[in-house]
């Protein structure tokens, strides 16, 4: 091993702790405060581990899926977190995020760049069993978040039913199940009044 590539890996190590810093709309239930990219990507590996078993594909590779899940969000070190219901904020968020990634995942020695740089881009795609899995639960997660703190980050910025329906209803793509539990919890939210009509 080089003391290089040694250095080019540290770097992007400690350009990833700002994940730490990046919040997001939703919040925690234990204490309603933001919940960061870093607690996200975590919490969506753990997940990731668990309910494998009810995905649409047999035989995924969990080590994929699972690297995918721990940068798929790396790029907003750089671009910013751009919450999933704003239309302005939406329209250049590709724009941000592939710059970001440009540079962030340059960082790294070059083989590492191309793998991950390949893996975040097989993400935002979801053509592959393992994307369209991981992405499920990058939806999901955020519902269930809501849900747990009566739809705190929907009714702060006047979120309705149907909005929650378009984003999310991929979530069948990679885990059936998954998305007719999520029907369920959306109908509750809106009859506790915690996600508008």
């Known amino acids: 091993m080089s003391a290089a590539r040694?250095?080019?890996?540290?770097?992007?190590?400690?350009?990833?702790?700002?994940?730490?810093?990046?919040?997001?709309?939703?919040?925690?239930?234990?204490?309603?405060?933001?919940?960061?990219?870093?607690?996200?990507?975590?919490?969506?590996?753990?997940?990731?581990?668990?309910?494998?078993?009810?995905a649409n594909v047999d035989d995924l590779d969990l080590l994929r899926v699972l690297k995918m899940l721990l940068i798929h969000d790396i790029v907003e070190i750089d671009a910013g977190d751009t919450f999933a219901y704003d239309e302005a904020g939406n329209r250049d968020k590709e724009e941000r995020e592939q710059a970001a990634a440009e540079r962030l995942f340059n960082l790294l020695p070059d083989k590492q760049a191309v793998e991950l740089r390949a893996l975040w881009d097989e993400f935002e795609a979801r053509e592959t069993g393992e994307a369209r899995y991981a992405a499920a639960l990058d939806r999901f997660q955020p519902m269930l978040l809501n849900c747990h703190t009566e739809g705190a980050a929907w009714r702060k910025h006047g979120v309705k039913r149907a909005q929650v329906i378009a984003r999310n209803e991929h979530i069948k793509e990679g885990i059936p199940a998954l998305w007719d539990h999520a029907l369920e919890m959306i109908d509750e939210a809106v009859a506790s009044g915690h996600l508008g009509k």
Do not use: Y
């Open 6 to 54: 040694l250095q080019e890996q540290l770097s992007f190590i400690m350009e990833a702790e700002g994940l730490k810093q990046i919040f997001r709309q939703t919040v925690l239930p234990a204490d309603g405060r933001a919940e960061n990219d870093a607690e996200h990507s975590w919490h969506l590996s753990l997940m990731a581990i668990l309910l494998i078993e009810h």
